[in-house]
């Protein structure tokens, strides 16, 4: 198995989805600033703007659009600044999936099917942040390239069209279809020159030592055995692998390990020593002091914090 997938397969990676159909006409522009969660933009019909930051990307009919983490990004129609732009924030807390609409009128300038999933902010943190703001990366890319694109496309468009038992729970699969491969045809096509440390995932050495790490965090991994994993000699693996991820492996690990922990914490289900357990902590103290020097709190403090939250 390789590293993206045992990294993905330690959490159901979208969740709480939301779905809207978006109908526009004139003057439109709206912004929403959620965080912690992931769109997606599926164009039917027509044409529209997105704007995040300095970037802004012009989306057609057939397009699929990814951003990876919300911070605020604004949509307006083509020809507007996407100047006060009105807040979806609450709109669409309050909204059941169902039909937002910026005009009266029934002659449409676009309509867009907008899909909302939340995703698991700390263990995703390093990999979300290592993407662009907004994914297919470049405005030219056909996506028809990409066969589990234009499959997802047309399954979500069919969950659109009919109202059938199931429908939610199809469109947030198919929503992580397309974010997979959103995320592997932008990492497969980084240079091996790229300053991003997703580049370790298609390096032909590296690689070897990521995927044992993410599938078996709680084996006592230790530099001597993950360079053997890489095929490479110790002081060879150290500094390349600090080179392109920006730290040591056994520092990867460590911060691996308690990003599992702590999403395990959060789902309340096991007992405290099976998580330390469940990540390469033979003894309760090791585990506690470990964790509380990333997240300032045992995990007892932290679990419970989550709770209160909850």
């Known amino acids: 198995m390789d590293a993206l997938s045992t990294l993905l397969q330690q959490t159901q990676y979208l969740t709480k989805t939301q779905f809207f159909t978006l109908k526009t ?34 989306a057609y009919a057939g397009d699929i659009i990814m951003i990876p983490n919300a911070n605020k990004h604004i949509c307006h129609a083509r020809g507007h600044h996407g100047d006060n732009a009105k807040s979806l924030d609450k709109n669409i807390s309050n909204y059941d999936q169902g039909t937002i609409n910026f005009t009266k009128s029934s002659v449409l300038d676009a309509q867009l099917i907008l899909i909302e999933c ?5 263990l995703f943190r390093p990999l979300i942040l290592a993407l662009p703001l907004i994914l297919p990366e470049h405005e030219d890319m056909d996506i028809s390239q990409f066969q589990a694109i234009g499959r997802a496309v047309s399954f979500m468009a069919l969950e659109f069209e009919f109202n059938r038992l199931g429908r939610l729970a199809m469109i947030n699969e198919w929503a992580s279809i397309v974010m997979i491969e959103c995320l592997r045809t932008y990492i497969e096509g980084l240079p091996e020159t790229a300053d991003n440390w997703l580049t370790v995932m298609i390096d032909p050495h590296l690689s070897k030592a990521l995927r044992v790490m993410h599938e078996s965090p709680n084996i006592s991994w230790t530099t001597r055995d993950l360079a053997k994993e890489a095929g490479m000699s110790r002081s060879g693996f150290t500094q390349r692998f600090k080179d392109i991820v920006g730290i040591p492996p056994l520092t990867y690990l460590t911060d691996y390990r308690l990003r599992i922990a702590a999403r395990r914490l959060r789902l309340q289900r096991s007992s405290i020593a099976q998580i330390g357990e469940m990540v390469g902590y033979s003894s309760h103290s090791t585990f506690s002091q470990a964790f509380k020097r990333v997240y300032e709190m045992s995990p007892s403090e932290y679990r419970k914090q989550q709770k209160d939250r909850n």
């Open 25 to 58: 006409a004139g003057n439109w522009a709206y912004s929403i600033t959620n965080k912690n969660m992931m769109y997606f933009y599926l164009v039917q019909s027509g044409s529209f703007c997105i704007k995040i930051g300095d970037v802004l990307r012009v």
């Open 118 to 122: 939340q995703y698991d902010e700390d």
